[in-house]
C-alpha cells in the first residue's frame, strides 16, 4: 500500500506534531517519511520546525539515488529512508527518532532479543544495532542498510549513540513500534537499576528566566521580578545574580533550570558529563562541567555558558540555554536524557562519544543547524 502525493504529505505533516508533542524528539532531530510509489517517498526537509510544516515544505525523494524534486532539502538522512523502501516492500511508513530510553540503551551497540511475546508481535524477534557513524554520512547510512538487510523480520533498528529507525506499515504502526520500543527499552534499564537505587530531590530553585531589552525577567521560588541587566546589587540573592552574570557573558535569550530526576543524579556525582549521545553534544556542548554552587562560582558558571548552553552544579541540577525559549526546553530535553545515557554508561563501564566526532558536531551544530532552525521559530 502505497499513499497518494496528498496522502503522504498530509501524513508526515500530522506525524511531525505527533513526534514533537511525544517527546520523541527534541526541535528537528528525527525524520518522517511516507512511500508514495514503488520509486518515490515523501519526507520531512532539512531543519524546518515541524510544528508549521506545509504540503509545499514536503520532498519528494527518488528511491533509486536519492535525488528530489524542488527547492527545498529533505532531511540529510534519506539515504536510509530509501534503503528501507528498498529492502523491506512491506514497509510503507518510517519514522526516525531520537526517543529517551532507546537512545541511551543504544549506547551499548548491542542488539536486543524480545522474549515478551506481545512485544514480539511488534517489534519482531529482536531489536538489532547499527555500528556508529555520524548524522548524515555514509558511514551511518551503510551500517543501518546492512542491518537491514541482515533482520528483514525486525521493524526497528538502533543507531549506536544516537537513536531509532522505526519501519511501519503505516502511520499507526510506525508510532506503535516507537512506543513499545520505548517500553522494551525502559525495561532493559530498570533490570539493571535496583529499585533500591537512592531517589534523588530537589533541593534549591534556580528559576527560569528571559531577557527583555537591556532587562530580564526572572521566575523562581513562586515570585517574578524584574532585573536591569548587569545593575543587579550585590546583596541580591545568589540566583539573580547568577542568571545576571550570564546574560552579561553570553547572548542567549532565555535561562531554564533542568531538575529532572536523572540530571540531579549525575550533578550530584560531580564529574564531567561527557556525551554518549550525539544530539547532546550538538545542542548542549562537548564535556560539561559540574561546578560548586557557591557565590564565587558565579562567573565560572557564567563564562561556561559562554560556549556551551548548559552546565551542571553540583547539588542543585543543571542551567540549559537558549536564544529561544524552545531552544532553552531542547536542551534541557536532550541534557536529561544524556544524563540517562551517562548512567547507564557509567553502570556498563562504556566508552563515550569520540571526542572528535562529538567536537566536529558541536561545531556544525553551533554554525549551521541551529541557525537554520531559529529562521523558523
Known amino acids: 500500500m502505497a499513499y497518494s502525493i496528498k496522502e503522504g504529505k498530509d501524513l508526515v505533516i500530522k506525524a511531525g506534531k505527533i513526534l514533537v508533542q511525544s ?63 528498498r529492502l523491506r516492500k512491506d514497509v510503507n511508513f518510517i519514522i526516525h527518532t531520537h526517543q529517551v530510553m532507546a537512545s541511551a540503551i543504544s549506547i551499548d551497540g548491542k542488539s536486543i532479543e524480545v522474549y515478551d511475546e506481545e512485544f514480539k508481535k511488534v517489534l519482531g524477534e529482536k531489536v538489532p544495532c547499527a555500528s556508529y557513524g555520524m548524522p548524515s554520512t555514509k558511514k551511518l547510512r551503510k551500517a543501518v542498510e546492512k542491518v537491514i538487510s541482515e533482520n528483514k523480520n525486525s521493524n526497528v533498528v538502533l543507531m549506536k549513540y544516537h ?28 533490570k539493571i537499576f535496583s529499585k533500591k537505587e537512592e531517589n534523588v530531590s530537589l533541593l534549591k530553585d534556580y528559576g527560569k528566566s528571559y531577557r527583555k531589552g537591556v532587562k530580564f525577567v526572572l521566575n523562581y521560588e513562586g515570585k517574578t521580578e524584574e532585573y536591569t541587566v548587569g545593575e543587579v546589587k550585590e546583596e541580591a540573592p545568589k540566583v539573580v545574580k547568577l542568571h ?51 557565590e564565587d562560582n558565579i562567573k ?78
Open 23 to 85: 517527546g520523541l524528539i527534541a526541535r528537528t532531530w528525527g525524520n518522517i517519511s511516507a512511500r508514495i510509489s514503488d520509486t518515490q517517498f515523501v519526507i520531512t526537509p532539512s531543519g524546518l520546525a515541524y510544528e508549521n510544516l506545509t504540503p509545499d515544505e514536503i520532498v519528494v525523494v527518488n528511491i533509486e539515488d536519492c535525488s528530489y524534486e524542488g527547492n527545498i532539502k529533505p532531511s540529510s538522512e534519506k539515504g536510509i529512508h530509501a534503503d528501507g523502501y
Open 163 to 190: 537513536g531509532t529507525v522505526c519501519y511501519g506499515k503505516d502511520l499507526e504502526d510506525g508510532f506503535n513500534i516507537a512506543e513499545t520500543l520505548e517500553k522494551l527499552s525502559e525495561d532493559k534499564f530498570n
Open 244 to 294: 545576571d552574570s550570564i546574560y552579561k557573558h553570553s547572548k542567549v535569550n532565555n535561562i531554564i533550570h533542568g531538575k529532572e530526576e536523572a540530571i540531579l543524579k549525575v550533578c550530584r556525582e560531580g564529574h564531567v558529563l561527557k556525551p554518549y549521545l550525539d544530539d547532546l553534544a550538538q545542542i548542549a556542548g562537548v564535556n560539561i562541567k559540574c561546578l560548586k554552587d557557591s
Open 300 to 377: 565560572n558558571i557564567a563564562k561556561e555558558l559562554k560556549n556551551k548552553n548548559a552546565i551542571l552544579i553540583e547539588g542543585i541540577g543543571a542551567l540549559c540555554t537558549g536564544i529561544t525559549e524552545s531552544e532553552a526546553e531542547a536542551v534541557d530535553m536532550v541534557l536529561n536524557k544524556g544524563c540517562i545515557a551517562d548512567i547507564y554508561g557509567t553502570k556498563l563501564n562504556l566508552s563515550p562519544l569520540g571526542s572528535l566526532d562529538a567536537n566536529i558536531q558541536r561545531i556544525i551544530y553551533v554554525k549551521k543547524y541551529s541557525k537554520q532552525k531559529d529562521k523558523e521559530v
